[in-house]
């Protein structure tokens, strides 16, 4: 079975290092102010060529409070009235992508994301929705796969009612954790009932696929406080569930300042909640998908992964990986072909550039052929937990023990170690390894020795 995990702590510890996460290769650490408007149009040209599906991501940055473990672009405001200017140039921005694009192009996949994307009023939303019809071609027989990020507390019946009008067919909720001493020690006091009313609104709306985003390691957790959060979760049946680890790094991200560091649990709770965690979702018919994510059998998700066609990209896990990506917002990353790039992630140089009618693109990358190489290696690993290397030479024209000869020993050694298994002809994840892929990914990075590992979270 895919979803097979076999939990060793000796491994996790030996194993357990900071690394990317692998929503791309090259990561965003890579990109450089050397990519700009030009390389964005080049690559918008091509996708009009060659007539590519497009995938949609909106970025809305505002939340009317500030939850202290964030790691998000996002703006902290009471005033409604800030979304009014940024909107405005949002709908510039669109448009002038859209321009370079063919009508022809569907729009398989879009999201909304922040900040809180509820934020917004409903004509708000209404009007933004009605911008992006206008500019793309997005599909009116609820065969896409719209998603939106929902904080149950900005939103309600009326909310939800009016998303699905729109086109909305998923939602993401934030719950992270039901504890309310969890909850006040991260400024985010949110009840139970409140995500209940939400789900419920979801599923009579005939909402495709609902989705809960928890965090373990947060200031007050116990294994056993989590573990009750974890079973409350269970209850609400969500199709899919994303449990984050905490990372602490109160020198790049200022919210975090207001935790006690005193209060974050120690590594061994940690490792025991997330432990308990898949034990209790693996007894309730979850599978293992991979990087925090779990899903049941009938999700999309998991007969992707059982049909090896699951695939990576900046909204994580996903069906639409063929798709090219555009970003749109303050922050938004597009990926589209070869080309990666990234709008300011200020919002006042985002909305001043746009007013003089120019794109916010601030840095990106051009992908190389050693790049596309170790992307397709990295896509296999981290999506399907095994990687043909006949496959790999049939496409990039090389000879897979050769090119990466030098990675042979590190490789050896996670066979020793029980990670994989390693042969003339494959890689393999092994159970006791599904954990750690992101280590086993890392061996292929390219990069990660000139990286500061700091700047990303521990495997585990």
């Keep these: 079975m895919l979803d097979a995990i076999r939990w060793d702590t ?7 290092l900071a690394g990317p996460r692998y929503t791309s290769y090259p990561t965003a650490v890579q ?31 505002f939340c009317a409070n500030i939850c202290y473990y964030c790691a998000c ?63 793309f071609n997005l599909l009116d027989d609820d065969s896409g796969d719209y998603g939106i990020e929902i904080d149950p507390r900005e939103a309600d019946w009326s909310t939800m009612g009016l998303l699905r009008e729109q086109g909305f067919n998923r939602v993401s909720i934030g719950l992270q954790d039901l504890d309310p001493a969890v909850q006040r020690a991260v400024n985010r006091l ?6 209940r009313a939400v789900i419920d609104a979801a599923r009579t709306l005939q909402f495709r696929s609902i989705n809960i985003d928890l965090i373990y390691g947060l200031p007050k957790q116990t294994p056993d406080n989590f573990a009750r959060t974890v079973e409350e979760v269970i209850s609400l049946q969500p199709d899919r569930l994303s449990v984050f680890n905490y ?34 979702l693996t ?52 990926q589209i072909g070869d080309l990666y790039c990234q709008n300011s992630s200020d919002l006042n140089h985002y909305q001043n550039t746009l007013a003089g009618a120019q794109l916010a693109t601030s840095r990106g990358l051009v992908c190389n052929a050693d790049d596309r190489l170790r992307r397709a290696v990295i896509q296999q690993l981290i999506c399907n937990f095994s990687l043909d290397f006949a496959e790999i030479e049939r496409s990039f024209n090389i000879d897979f023990q050769g090119y990466f ?15 994989i298994e390693l042969d003339r002809e ?21 990069y990660l020795e000139q990286q500061n590992r700091q700047r990303f979270s521990r495997v585990i």
């Design 10 to 16: 000796d491994l996790i510890r030996r194993y357990d």
């Design 31 to 61: 990109f450089h102010s050397q990519v700009g408007t030009f390389d964005l149009f080049h690559a918008l040209r091509d996708s009009r060529k060659a007539l590519r599906p497009l995938s949609l991501y909106v970025h809305v940055p």
């Design 73 to 135: 672009n996002k703006v902290i405001t009471k005033d409604r009235g800030r979304a009014l200017p940024y909107l405005q140039r949002l709908e510039q921005e669109i448009q002038l992508i859209a321009c370079h694009l063919d009508p022809a192009q569907k729009v398989e996949q879009l999201h909304f994301g922040g900040g809180t994307p509820t934020f917004l009023s409903h004509d708000e939303l209404r009007q933004l929705m009605a911008h992006l019809r206008k500019h």
């Design 190 to 195: 949110q009840s139970l009932e409140e995500t």
């Design 247 to 280: 990372a602490h790094l109160p020198e790049r991200f200022m919210p975090q300042r207001r935790i006690n560091g005193n209060e974050l649990p120690s590594p061994a709770q940690k490792l025991e909640m997330l432990q308990r965690t898949i034990e209790q």
């Design 283 to 334: 007894a309730a018919g979850y599978r293992y998908i991979g990087m925090d994510h779990f899903a049941l059998p009938d999700d999309e998700l998991a007969i992707a992964q059982e049909e090896s066609t699951l695939q990576r990209n900046f909204q994580g896990y996903t069906t639409h990986g063929h798709c090219d990506l555009i970003g749109l917002g303050v922050s938004a990353i597009s």
């Design 405 to 419: 000869g030098a990675l042979w020993p590190q490789l050896q050694g996670m066979a020793q170690d029980g990670l």
């Design 426 to 446: 494959r890689i393999t994840v092994l159970p006791a390894g599904r954990l750690l892929v992101r280590s086993v990914c890392m061996v292929f990075d390219a």
